[in-house]
């Protein structure tokens, strides 16, 4: 994994344009710790920071490649995970590599191929390749998104990067943000429209597209959709096809020249990845296989079993590397750590996010980091196969918003009164909801109740799915970490798609199906598991340490937030002694606590970024 970063321009002067580019490629050196490389032309200027997993010595970027008098120059972020085959049909062709790199593969790829190239890959990315004959920039992103690239045009300059920070860098683009990014932040983060930058006039390439731009002309183009069709296979096959789907996945993932892990919570989806991958090591002798787990000190102490979170992690940790007899790493954050690495993940994702769920995420990948460069970890699941309490609960279902953010009404309670009437939340909220479901692949005459579920699996994959992935990205990368996503593997997202509800949800048990096809692959009381999520703290003075950053928030005058905000109302939740929702603001967990480190983190973000409201 890595970063990118460049422009395109009419006439880019050296040296004061290259200086440029060096500054936007270290902002992302923690994404790529090992290496950096710059290339620059009269037309482009081109950055990479590189996380070295496969061929360190023959993988380095931005790299140059020729045909004839054609002169192609890479930027790559991510990874092929069927290089081998594309490997052997390009030197069928009669291609010879110099390296083992999947970047070589992917870049001959597109001097054979050209943009369809990006049909033809089982991977994550987001690249960008320089043709100096054409004079163009051809990108394209990942079908699920893991991989993140922001792009923005201003003039005759097309700007783009794996993070905000890297454009922000760019002396052309200014921390703006309008009445649209407001509405993103208080109306729908930590999640965000796709393809929206938040800031003013950035963009984000969707999951699934490329561009390419080209004399100053940009076009846009979906290369992958999810195709809806009725489901042919019965119960038996459908099974045996999503086991050997997500076996064939694992397999391909576990591949790296650098040491690999498992984030490991004792659930059906991490256990179940990290079963596959030991019996992976066993089978090619690579010794034992580490799994890491995270929670919080005293939390066992403070834990209260609820709808969201039925049980606590750490017995059934326990259980399944017993079972696994894995090298097991316990890492446990306090509350300070907690609090500090707010800030931490605040820059890390160059936005507000999921408040603490980021900030222990981040601390958990720093420690993982000191023993692996590759983890692989179960999100994705509960989107691809309906593990979330809305795909189950009638009242979700039929809420007619976005089920996992139904408190539109008290979120505009937030907004200062002078801005409500501009920003208009509610309406933008309900518009985005709209705009969705106007998106769905519909399948002709379907029953409405399953139409219905189908429209909560788009949701879920083109909203929730992508705020986790964007989560997982920005604090794993932060730490120089790289995270692999099998359940993401877009052959199991297009087969599952059309699986009937009655089959995915077998048994009346959330993703009933993936239960049934990880039969001899779990223990039995692991595979009965009820859901539970990424786990939160609980314990009390928490909730104390990010109320009182919100309260010296608050008494300064100087502070940003307080443009945007209801002051008396924010004042009302700090007084207050029980919680402010009755139930999460967002996701499954983000409850008061989360609230109050969110309105820090956006303080956070206003001051950092120095950022206008135009």
């Known amino acids: 994994m890595c970063g990118i970063t460049g422009w395109i321009d009419q006439d880019i002067q050296l040296p004061r344009d290259r200086h440029i580019l060096e500054e936007m490629t270290a902002t992302l050196t923690n994404r790529g710790p090992d290496a950096v490389g710059h290339w620059v032309s009269s037309r482009a200027a081109l950055g990479h920071r590189r996380l070295s997993v496969v061929d360190p010595e023959g993988g380095a970027q931005p790299m140059i490649r020729t045909a004839g008098d054609r002169t192609f120059v890479i930027v790559y972020n991510g990874e092929l995970y069927n290089t081998p085959e594309l490997r052997r049909e390009l030197e069928y062709k009669g ?34 390749i320089w043709s100096e004959a054409e004079q163009s920039l051809f990108m394209a992103r990942d079908r699920m998104g893991v991989k993140p690239l922001f792009y923005a045009r201003r003039g005759d300059a097309f700007i783009f990067g794996s993070e905000l920070k890297a454009l922000l860098a ?30 003013k006039n950035i963009s984000e390439l969707r999951p699934g597209y490329c561009l390419l731009y080209k004399d100053n002309n940009l076009t846009i183009k979906k290369y992958w959709s999810l195709i809806s069709k009725p489901h042919e296979d019965d119960l038996h096959t459908t099974v045996n096809k999503v086991r050997n789907l997500l076996g064939d996945s694992i397999s391909r993932q576990l591949v790296a020249d650098v040491p690999v892990c498992t984030l490991l919570s004792g659930g059906l989806d991490s256990s179940a ?16 296989l580490h799994t890491f787990s995270v929670d919080y000190v005293d939390n066992e102490l403070y834990f209260k079993a609820s709808t969201y979170q039925p049980n606590s992690d750490a017995p059934w940790v326990k259980r399944m590397s017993d079972y696994l007899n894995s090298q097991h790493h316990y890492i446990t954050v306090d509350t300070q750590r907690l609090v500090d690495a707010l800030k931490t993940s605040t820059l890390a994702k160059d936005l507000p996010g999921m408040a603490d769920v980021d900030s222990s995420l981040y601390l958990f990948c720093q420690e993982i980091k000191k023993e692996a460069t590759v983890a692989l970890s179960g999100e994705c699941a509960d989107e691809v196969f309906g593990g979330y309490p809305w795909f189950h609960r009638p009242e979700d279902l039929n809420a007619n918003t976005f089920p996992w953010s139904q408190s539109t009404d008290d979120r505009a309670s937030l907004l200062a009164p002078h801005l409500s009437a501009e920003v208009q939340l509610e309406d933008y909220v309900a518009n985005r909801y709209q705009e969705t479901l106007d998106e769905v692949p519909r399948l002709a005459g379907e029953d409405p109740a399953e139409a219905r579920r189908r429209e909560m699996f788009y949701l879920n994959m083109i909203w929730f799915m992508q705020t986790l992935l964007d989560r997982k990205d920005r604090m794993s990368m932060a730490t120089g970490l790289e995270v692999r996503v099998p ?37 039995e009381d692991v595979l009965e598991r009820r859901k539970s999520p990424y786990p939160k703290t609980h314990n009390p003075s928490y909730l104390a340490a990010v109320k009182a950053l919100v309260r010296d928030i608050v008494n300064e005058p100087s ?5 945007l905000i209801n002051r008396g109302l924010v004042n009302k939740m700090l007084e207050s002694e029980g919680d402010i929702f009755s139930r999460p603001w967002f996701g499954q967990l983000m409850t008061g606590p989360q609230l109050f480190a969110y309105l820090y983190q956006l303080n956070t973000w206003l001051e950092q970024y120095r950022v206008t409201i135009r």
């Open 273 to 288: 990845l990290s079963s596959f991958a030991a019996r992976a090591y066993k089978q090619q002798g690579l010794g034992q």
């Open 95 to 128: 291609y010879t590599f110099q390296g083992h790199s999947d970047t070589e593969v992917l870049l001959t790829a597109y001097m054979e191929w050209g943009s369809s190239c990006v049909e033809r890959f089982n991977g994550i990315f987001a690249f960008g």
């Open 559 to 563: 502070s940003p937030l307080l443009q």
């Open 170 to 199: 760019h002396p052309l683009i200014k921390p703006e943000i309008g009445m649209d990014g407001l509405a993103e932040i208080f109306g729908l983060g930590p999640a965000r429209t796709p393809g929206h930058g938040v800031f």
């Open 487 to 523: 359940f993401c593997d877009h052959r199991i997202v297009e087969y599952v798609w059309n699986v009937p509800w009655s089959m995915k949800n077998f048994n009346g048990r959330e993703k009933g199906l993936l239960r049934l096809a990880l039969a001899d692959v779990l223990p």
